[in-house]
Each structure stands twice: as C-alpha cells, then as structure tokens.
C-alpha cells in the first residue's frame, strides 16, 4: 500500500519562501505530483517528478529523492493567493494515492 | 469542452436512494479517474480507467459503488442504497495515460440525508 504524510498546516508571509515537506512509503512508484487547492475548488496542477533532483516552473519548484522517500514543493515570492491546500500525490500506474494535504496561510 | 465536466454539481438525497454522478472527460484524453473527497480529507482514490477497462477497481469502498464507462468517453459513477457516510464531494480527473498530468473537473457534492 500507500502512506502519505505532509504537515497539516504552515503559516508564511507575503514575499518570504516555503517548502512544504512529503514523505511517502510505497509498493510502487511510477511518479510524484504536487497539486494546488482554493478552498471548494478542485484541485489544479503544479509539478512533478519522476527521477530524483529538483523539478523549476516558475516561482514552483518540486525535489524527489526516490531513495529517501521524500519530495519538498518550493514556493517562492509568496503572494496572498498562494493561501490554499498543497496536496501531494504518489503514481502508482494509473492509481494515485493522495496526501491530506497542507493548508498554507500567507499572511501580509 | 475545454475542461473536464461533471454533473450534477450539486446532489442531495435520502439514505437508501440510488445516484448516478456523471464525468464528461477532455475529449481524447484516454484516461479517467475518480476520487472522493471529504471535508477536510485529501482525495481518496475510487476508480481509473483506460479507455473503456478498469484496471484498478481497487478503491470502490463497497459493492454498493460501481462505475462505467462507454465509448471511452463519458462516466458515470453509480451508487446504490447511499449511505450517510457516502456524503462527500466526487471528484473526476481525465489524463492523456497513466503517467501523466490529471485535469480535475469541478465536482460534485453529495449529501446524504
């Protein structure tokens, strides 16, 4: 099976840098994904990773390391609308096993 | 359509009816996923297909929950006798394969009275 942890909530200020941690133990791998959720909306995509190493789009930046078990989701520049849930999410073939997600707050 | 469509948006039912919840994918996309979320949860897998075959029916919580899906395109996801503990939002995805980005559509909520 899957198992997921990432922290449940993280505060940070408008401007400043955050890494939100995932740690995942797993019977298969075919991939990490981090996703972005506002509050009742669906969740929309940000990054991924396949091989070990850091993954840059933009102010996003995502880190594997398959031998860890660990990925980090970067954010940098943070702006109001960045407050949401990060949701981070193991591929196992078709299959995705979701973290419970961590809601960040930026605050001025 | 542009994105991935569901409908209802929005159900509210009583304890022992049946639903069906349907999932228009991005046309060509291949792969069809649905999830479940509740409140404050993160989403937990039900189903994917590929085309039109289920690989991994793994994450139906009952017999109670069944889902198809018909020209490799629309599905829909069927619950029979719903329960209050079925209350949650489902959630569709399409992708262009397995290993690959999910477009989330918007959801439905459903209520069990």
């Known amino acids: 099976g899957q198992n997921i942890d990432q922290p449940t909530e993280m505060t940070a200020t408008e401007g400043a840098i955050v890494q939100i941690n995932c740690t995942y133990q797993t019977s298969g791998f075919n991939g990490l994904f981090w996703y972005q959720q506002h509050a009742g909306e669906a969740p929309t995509f940000l990054s991924y990773?396949?091989?070990?190493g850091l993954e840059e789009k933009g102010r996003f930046s995502s880190f594997l390391s398959r031998s860890k078990g660990y990925s980090y989701l970067l954010l940098k520049e943070l702006q109001m609308k960045d407050s949401a849930s990060y949701l981070c999410a193991v591929r196992n073939a078709g299959k995705s096993t979701f973290g419970d997600g961590t809601t960040l707050t930026v605050k001025p | 359509g542009a994105g991935v469509s569901q409908s209802p948006s929005n159900k509210v039912t009583e304890k022992g009816k049946d639903v069906e919840l349907r999932c228009d994918p991005i046309?060509?996309?291949?792969?069809l996923y649905w999830y479940r979320q509740s409140l404050g949860q993160g989403l937990e897998f039900l189903i994917y297909f590929q085309g039109n075959s289920a690989p991994d029916k793994s994450g139906l919580p009952s017999d109670r929950f069944s889902a198809e899906r018909t020209g490799g395109s629309v599905s829909t996801l069927t619950i029979q006798r719903t329960q209050q503990e079925d209350s949650a939002v489902y959630l569709c995805a399409s992708g262009t394969g397995t290993i690959d980005t999910q477009y989330f559509g918007p959801g439905t909520r459903l209520t069990v009275l």
């Open positions: 990773n396949v091989l070990d």
């Open positions: 046309s060509g996309h291949t792969a």
